[in-house]
């Protein structure tokens, strides 16, 4: 039951994030996206991902966590490319 719920939290929580990379790839601007809320949403789950890498547990939650850190990891590259594109204009 535990893991159901996790898995519900993660799914809830996931959902977030391609709607937060569409509206980043939109942004005019990298001072519109948080880099380090995305950071630290980031560190969480690394965090999550390496616990079940410890306990061994390679469930279907396991994988919500890696589906979640690239979806937050690509809002991370659009941060960059975006900074980069502003700064050699």
Known sequence: MATALEAV???CF???????????LKASSYKNINIWFILLITLGYIAGTSAKIIKGDFSYVFYIYIFNLIVVSCNIFV???KLLKEKRN
């Open 9 to 11: 939290m993660l799914i």
């Open 14 to 24: 996931g959902l977030s994030w391609p709607v937060a990379l569409l509206k980043n």
């Open 79 to 81: 941060y960059f490319v």
